[in-house]
């Protein structure tokens, strides 16, 4: 990469070069941690903002690739400084990790803008990690290079392949329906998460980490390296070494990300058949580089891309078998056809040449072109009187013969009240029900949980039912499955229409038409939406009343509406 930048042209010269008062402060308090001019005199200050913590098993490696960070940037020159930021873990965060994503982004955004820091290099990959960082690196748009913290190897019982969420839910449903003992789902739980890494199924943090690859935001194919490979830990000294010579060249992420590019992480994210929720980030992400997108492109693009990977939940292998496969160069090898090669990558090359020969040495795994998995269908946008904003599916991870279904309702009002109810032999239910979660929704649940993957109730499983229609207006996992209906715009706990549907109403799924539908009439459902009552909210203080003024439904990505757009904050003076 071309250096144009010099020494005195580095945003963190403002705090240490001048001969001023409060440069002497600055100085004399790198001098307290030991440092001399020498460390830092004339060099790039990159961020390594470190996602680590005791709570989230998915980055216990993160404080080793730090050390390995930190040893890339100090051979390229740079002087490397490590931040905690906050550690959104999938697992333990309640009600909703999604309800923190806004947070994180807030807090990077805020951590690399007051301080002395010329380049960032992010370390996070657990689902709502990987958004929240980037979110706020875009809107301070400094060089930055995304470190995912790479898939965990795959899960193991009695040497059958276990995938992280999906053979949970399978065998969850299995022991519900008597088929298993309490003994062998207690293996299960031993041997469903083996290393360090996020889950490797294509579930959110492999989609979003394969999203950021596509984007050009790490060198191409880090997103497929398996946490606990040796690749992944020269992987972090390269993009030390790498993210120096981007604050020389400056090369922001402004400079990478254009409509072509986040159209490349769409195309990308169809042909993974990726998770849902990357429909929900990406939107965000491109609010916060002052990028339009919405829903309609994302069925665009997934009309006209085949679904190549065959990876859980969707399809047979794991994220292991991904990487040795080709991984995700190799996949955007296959469909290169289908994306925008001159796009910019952290490299300084074009994705195209990035990619170039990039081979696939296993067509189980990354099916050719020619034999697709599906040629379409990744995810699949619907609307209709139910969801006048749309609403989103994933028929690859569907049963085919639900994709078309007309069935009655079976509302549940809340989450709880589907816990208490679902499984009650009195609940008047059959395989061609359809079940309807209401307030669950980024204001109603808060957060918009992953309850989307509703459970099938255990009468019915013992009958041998695997998947029935659901709609909510909450998320599902990526690493779920089946016919469910998510991200229900505008949520019932405003008054979208999901509100009003009740117990015996005919509902209209049409994958093929795009479409969503509540047979009643207008008049019937202007008379219930004339008594249609919110609920009060619990949260009167602090960070959830903020999210809760401020968060957009899920056809706008669920950012704050005072965060979207680039730009608009100013440099902080230093007095
Ligand atoms: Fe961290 Fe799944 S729990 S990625």
Redesign the pocket.
């Given at each position: 990469m071309k250096k144009i930048k010099k020494p005195e042209e580095l945003r963190s010269y403002r705090w240490t070069g001048p001969d001023d008062l409060r440069s002497f402060g600055h100085r004399s308090r790198l001098n307290q941690m030991g440092y001399s001019a020498a460390d830092y005199k004339g060099r790039p200050v990159i961020g390594v903002i470190n996602t680590w913590s005791d709570l989230n098993?998915?980055h216990m490696h993160l404080r080793e690739r730090s050390a390995e960070v930190k040893r890339g940037v100090w051979q390229s020159g740079g002087f490397p400084v490590e931040i905690p930021a906050l550690s959104i873990?999938?697992?333990f965060m309640k009600p909703s990790p999604l309800l923190y994503r806004n947070l994180l982004s807030m807090e990077v955004e805020e951590i690399l803008r007051s301080q002395p820091i010329d380049g960032a290099v992010l370390l996070g990959?657990?689902?709502k990690t990987t958004p929240g960082l980037l979110m706020g690196a875009f809107s301070v748009d400094l060089p930055t290079i995304y470190l995912p913290t790479g898939p965990m190897l795959r899960g193991n019982w009695k040497g059958e392949v276990l995938g992280?969420?999906s053979d949970a839910w399978k065998y969850w449903a299995e022991k519900k329906a008597g088929n298993l003992s309490d003994q062998e789902w207690c293996d299960i739980e031993s041997g469903i998460a083996r290393s360090p890494g996020?889950?490797m199924t294509m579930?959110?943090?492999s989609t979003m980490t394969s999203m950021v690859d596509a984007l050009g935001l790490m060198p191409t194919g880090a997103s497929s390296i398996p946490a606990v490979d040796s690749n992944h830990a020269r992987l972090a000294t390269d993009c030390g070494r790498l993210i120096v010579e981007m604050v020389w060249a400056d090369l922001p992420p402004s400079r990478m990300l254009t409509r072509e590019s986040f159209e490349n992480a769409i195309t990308t994210d169809m042909a993974i058949g990726g998770s849902t929720n990357a429909i929900l980030h990406l939107l965000a992400m491109a609010g916060r580089a002052g990028i339009q997108l919405d829903l309609t492109d994302f069925d665009r693009i997934s009309r006209k891309t085949p679904v190549l990977a065959n990876i859980r939940p969707s399809g047979e292998y794991l994220m292991e078998d991904f990487f040795y496969a080709g991984g995700l160069k190799g996949l955007m090898g296959q469909i290169r056809d289908l994306l925008h090669l001159d796009c910019l990558t952290v490299s300084g090359r074009s994705l195209g040449e990035a990619i170039k020969d990039a081979p696939v040495h296993n067509e189980k795994v990354i099916r050719a072109l020619k034999d697709p998995r599906a040629t379409e269908g990744g995810t699949a946008v619907l609307r209709g009187n139910l969801a006048p904003d749309g609403a989103v599916i994933k028929p690859v991870a569907a049963e085919k013969r639900l994709l078309k279904h007309t069935g009655r309702a079976v509302v549940f009002s809340d989450y709880r009240d589907l816990k208490e109810r679902i499984d009650d032999p009195d609940l008047v239910v059959d395989e061609d029900s359809v079940l309807v979660l209401q307030n669950a929704g980024p204001r109603g649940a808060p957060g918009m949980p992953e309850w989307g993957m509703l459970p099938i109730p255990q009468k019915l499983l013992r009958k041998g039912v695997r998947d029935m229609v659901r709609i909510s207006d909450c998320r599902m996992s990526g690493t779920s499955y089946g016919t469910c209906v998510l991200h229900v715009a505008p949520e019932s706990s405003i008054g979208g229409p999901l509100a009003l549907v009740r117990t015996g109403d005919l509902i209209d799924l049409d994958v093929d038409r795009r479409s969503l539908n509540v047979r009643l009439s207008s008049d019937e459902i202007k008379r219930r939406c004339e008594t249609w009552k919110p609920r009060e909210s619990p949260y009167e203080r602090g960070y959830v009343s903020l999210f809760l003024k401020h968060v957009t439904q899920a056809n706008e990505g669920c950012d704050f509406d005072f965060l979207r757009g680039r730009g608009g904050v100013p440099e902080p003076d230093i007095f």
């Open positions: 098993p998915c873990t999938e697992t990959g657990c689902d992280s969420g996020h889950c579930g959110t943090a």
